[in-house]
């Protein structure tokens, strides 16, 4: 299965209950980021390239956990920045994982050694490491030798110790499709639960190394390629409606209110990517965004945006019945 089956009806009860309450905006995933502080310089990364003050700053356990309970979505991303650098991050997924959140911990795998001992295996909780590609690709857009390495050790472990664990690979101009495609394929074999794969977002901070990031149709034309490289068995954490978006078979609408952003600045809007203003309180970014003024075709910083973040609610938004039969299928796939 895709996740265990206690968090999937917690999650189709959710949706079903928002909407019966006729809610047309809802939060889906909490994208918690305690500390925008990394211990690597990524390429094609914003948020390292941040003020000084943005990055000193950090939110306590007791400020994630109000975030968490304030959103009141189903499950909860653990972002950052490298969340492994906060000194208090594992209470913060401990009191995660108390209110029955499907948790998600997401790394660059480097503290992972030292991480694990302190992390207990739980059917909601899963690992995810950053992975852009193989060897040579990945450890030039991380801009440090030997970190492909680390983090292929640090899957073996946490799988050798029982843990659920997610690879995330962003796609970037002159990957090489074919070699994506069998990673996919090696880290399956690895016995890796799932592997999520999306576009890079077009970060404007990243500057001179803008011409890393792909055109809407470029993102797709690569990403066809790697599906096809790393063929039909390959167990995709994105939904079967997202990845028909990423090959240009189907139009979704971006949903950014489905996955809301809090960082230590406060809730960040619009959207995971765009920091347009901060705000003091979930419902008050819920209702001052104004929400048509971005997505494809609204607003110019949203043109080659593919990202899961913005487009897996949408994924859920969007389904017809043929596509529930669908979800259902890809769920309970092994």
Known sequence: MRQPIGVTVDMARYVLAQRLRGRRRFPLVLMLEPTELCNLTCTGCGKIRQSEEV????LSVDECLKAVDECGAPAVSIAGGEPLTHPEIFEIVEGILARRKLTLLCTNGLLVGRALPRLRPDPRFSLVFHLD??????????????????????????KARG???TTNTTLYKGADPEAIGQLLRELNAMGV?????SPAFTYE??????EIFLRRKEAIELFRRVAKAAGPKVRYYNTPIYLDFLMGKRTLR?????????DPLGW?????LLTDRHYPSFAEMMEKTQWEEFGYGENPRCASCM?????EASAVSAMSLVDTWRMVRWLFAS
């Open 133 to 158: 590609g193989p060897r040579e690709h990945h450890d030039r857009m991380v801009e440090r030798r030997g970190v492909f390495e680390t983090v292929m050790r640090g899957i073996r472990e946490a």
């Open 163 to 165: 843990f659920r664990v």
């Open 268 to 272: 960040k809007g619009p959207c995971y």
């Open 55 to 58: 990055l000193r700053r950090r």
């Open 193 to 197: 639960d799932n592997c999520i794969v």
């Open 307 to 311: 990202m899961h973040s913005g487009y």
């Open 205 to 210: 901070e990243v500057g001179a190394n803008r």
């Open 254 to 262: 971006c949903t950014p209110w489905g996955n809301p952003t809090r």
